[in-house]
């Protein structure tokens, strides 16, 4: 009965989809599929017993990497195969900005999108070769990102902008779209998550362009991670070894317990997350003894492997739920991520990198850390400060009143020095003259209806702050 009913939801969602003029046949088939496979509840069910630590061969430690050639001629060959594709689909509204998040000021006026420009242009300089930019956008950044990429007009970079799939919310009530509800605006759709990539880099026509320059790799990353740089080794190993996948991970610190980690299972290496622990195990999962590893979702993957795994219909991810809830009507969006697509490549690996490859702004408190003198900014690129000796950064944690990027920027007059802070706790009205100073533990806290101000040059460090008597 349950087949017969999911059958029946399908052919009626089928339906009413092919009467949305809004997207193609290739959107309306692709969200079919993922609805078919998700009602037919074929996800792979782990079996904890069978998990296995994956070995150096399959995770590689980045230190045991060959050196790659020197001489320029070899190295511009190496990149003359290399694409760079950044994830532009998100917005920064959770940091209170309007528009595409990769058009944040991170640094000296610098956004994310300049900073990943000129890294390139650098990169196509110094070895006179043509690595091109990719943007995959979604329907919420598409049009702000064409306005912003006419500004690099003059580069010698060649960017080009793809958009992923628009997919219809569902209605959970009776599985039907939420467009066809009079939802004509952009509330009735979504983008169905970065395991999207592939598809939209094959219907887009973008691969096969690619394939027909030449190109062989893809190296993918999130907009808002500032170290996702090109790197010359991985690449390299990548082509010597002929891996069609490799994922860069790197050695989980308590602030990572929820990312996904990589497993070997049944001879093949996958991504597990933790949506797909079972509730016994998730304690296990957390810790950093089985599990030492994340994913940072810089990934690299052989162009010709995408085009015939996405012909194929073989790219069958894990299917992530996400209900949401649109002017009190119950929605739900499925969504897949790039990094689970690990196991259908083959001779995938990871490469565990070091955390400086893994740098994401994902709130204001992060802005913090790559704004202030922990942090240098050369070629575009964001270099850690070597007069910090601690390998972590210090854990920052902010009230709401700092979340807001414009908020968080008019309350520092500038940006204290943190390079020996451990830990800083802001909560409540407080404002930061010039010049400041923060070392060890340092919590500030400021009484409900009271402005705190922290004076210019103050130096504080392992204080405790209530009020200004204790500065």
Not at 295 to 300: A, E, I, Q, S, Y
Not at 328 to 348: H, M, P, S, W, Y
Not at 444 to 465: M, Q, R, S
Request: glycine residues 8%.
């Amino acid at each position: 009965m349950a087949a017969v009913a999911a059958d029946e939801k399908v052919s009626k969602l089928r339906s009413a989809v092919d009467g949305l003029d809004q997207i193609s046949e290739n959107e309306k088939n692709g969200f079919i599929n993922l609805v078919s496979r998700y009602l037919s509840g074929d996800a792979q069910q782990i079996e904890w017993s069978k998990i296995q630590t994956p070995t150096d061969e399959v995770v590689v430690p980045y230190d045991s990497l060959a050196p790659y050639p020197e001489d320029l001629g070899t190295i511009k060959k190496l990149l003359d195969k290399l694409v760079v594709l950044k994830l532009n689909g998100g917005l920064g509204t959770t940091m209170g900005c309007t528009g595409p998040k990769s058009v944040i000021e991170v640094r000296s006026g610098f956004t994310f999108l300049d900073l990943i420009v000129i890294q390139i242009e650098s990169l196509n300089k110094k070895y006179g070769c043509n690595v091109p930019l990719l943007l995959m956008n979604s329907f919420n950044t598409h049009e702000d990102t064409l306005k912003i990429v006419e500004k690099y007009s003059n580069s010698n970079i060649e960017i080009h902008t793809f958009n992923q799939s628009q997919y219809p919310r569902i209605v959970v009530e009776d599985f039907t779209p939420l467009p066809c509800k009079g939802k004509a605006g952009k509330d009735g759709w979504y983008p169905p998550g970065h395991g999207d990539v592939f598809p939209s880099l094959m219907n887009s026509g973008k691969l096969d362009a690619l394939l027909s320059q030449g190109k062989e790799y893809v190296f993918i990353a999130n907009s808002d991670n500032l170290g996702a740089v090109v790197d010359i080794q991985i690449l390299n190993h990548l082509i010597d070894h002929q891996n069609e996948y490799c994922m860069e991970v790197t050695p989980k610190t308590l602030a990572d317990v929820k990312g996904g980690t990589l497993i070997s299972y049944e001879g093949r290496v996958q991504l597990l997350e933790i949506a797909q622990v079972p509730d016994a195990h998730v304690n296990e999962f957390k810790s950093i003894e089985k599990f030492k590893i994340f994913n940072t979702n810089n990934l690299w993957v052989n162009l010709k492997a995408i085009k015939r795994l996405v012909e194929a219909d073989a790219l069958k991810m894990e299917i992530i739920p996400n209900p949401k809830e649109v002017d009190g009507v119950k929605v739900l969006q499925l969504e897949t991520a790039a990094g689970a697509a690990i196991r259908f490549f083959d001779n995938a690996i990871g490469i565990n990198v070091p955390r400086s490859r893994f740098l994401p702004v994902k709130a204001t408190s992060d802005l913090l850390l790559v704004q202030s003198d922990l942090y240098t900014l050369v070629d575009g690129f964001v270099i850690r400060n070597k007069a910090r000796t601690n390998p972590a950064n210090p854990t920052i944690e902010l009230g709401p009143e700092f979340k807001k990027v414009g908020n968080f920027l008019s309350r520092f007059k500038s940006i204290p020095s943190i390079v020996e802070l451990d830990s800083l706790k802001v909560s409540g009205d407080v404002w930061f003259g010039s010049g400041i100073v923060l070392k060890g533990n340092v919590s500030i806290t400021a009484k409900p209806g009271v402005k705190l101000e922290i004076p210019d040059g103050a130096v504080l460090e392992n204080k405790v702050i209530n009020g200004p008597e204790d500065i």
